[in-house]
């Protein structure tokens, strides 16, 4: 058990003295990156959903490639 003691008070003592937390504006940056980023992943997966649409013979919707397909056949 004191083993586990002192690897709190270590870790305690690296996260107070060794870890470099970034600023304020830093992390503000940092997240609106992440969310411009997250949101042109998901416009893209939207679109490839779009565009090959879904694969079920009972989907009312089946996308460009689907109508493309109705219209061919």
């Known amino acids: 058990m004191a083993s586990l003691?002192?690897?709190i008070k270590e870790s305690y003592i690296e996260?107070?003295?060794?870890v470099t937390w970034?600023?304020?504006k830093t992390?503000?940056?940092?997240?609106?990156?992440v969310f411009v980023a997250?949101?042109?992943i998901s416009?893209?997966?939207w679109a490839m959903d779009?565009?090959?649409g879904m694969n079920g013979?009972?989907?009312?919707?089946q996308g460009i490639i689907g109508m493309i397909y109705n219209l061919i056949s």
């Open 5 to 7: 003691g002192t690897y």
């Open 15 to 18: 996260l107070i003295t060794k």
């Open 22 to 24: 970034p600023v304020w």
């Open 27 to 33: 992390l503000q940056q940092s997240s609106v990156l």
């Open 38 to 40: 997250s949101l042109i």
């Open 43 to 45: 416009l893209i997966v």
């Open 50 to 52: 779009y565009v090959f």
């Open 57 to 61: 013979k009972d989907d009312l919707w």
